[in-house]
Nanobody, 116 residues
Framework: QVQLVESGGGLAQPGGSLTLSCTVS????????MGWYRQTPTNTREFVAD???????IYADPVKGRFSISRDSAKDTVYLQMDRLKIEDTGVYYC??????????WGRGIPVLVSS
């Protein structure tokens, strides 16, 4: 059974930085995609970024140039470095694990609040 453990997040001022991490366990496939989604205060869940096991990364337009996703294969961990944070980045961030042919797995979510 796939398990995702998220950490990081918290409170930051506009223009500040935060780092999220997500570690996966209980998986078997060699090729998978891990990424981050966020649920905004208006209850919309939106894509943020993801990265595959071959290192191919995709970003949502609102975070391009400010967020960076990376992975440590040895630790089965994905990181989301969030710089130049904006108030509209506030939300609950969820880690997602995808592999073809299997249901997606989600983390429990971690809050990020950007406020002055």
């Amino acid at each position: 059974q796939v398990q995702l453990v998220e950490s990081g997040g918290g409170l930051a001022q506009p223009g500040g930085s935060l780092t999220l991490s997500c570690t996966v366990s209980g998986h078997n496939p060699n090729f998978y995609i891990m990424g981050w989604y966020r649920q905004t205060p208006t209850n919309t869940r939106e894509f943020v970024a993801d990265i595959s096991t071959i290192g191919s990364a995709i970003y949502a337009d609102p975070v391009k140039g400010r967020f960076s996703i990376s992975r440590d294969s040895a630790k089965d961990t994905v990181y989301l470095q969030m710089d130049r944070l904006k108030i509209e980045d506030t939300g609950v961030y969820y880690c997602k694990f995808e592999v073809t042919g299997s249901p997606d797995s989600w983390g429990r979510g971690i809050p990020v609040l950007v406020s002055s």
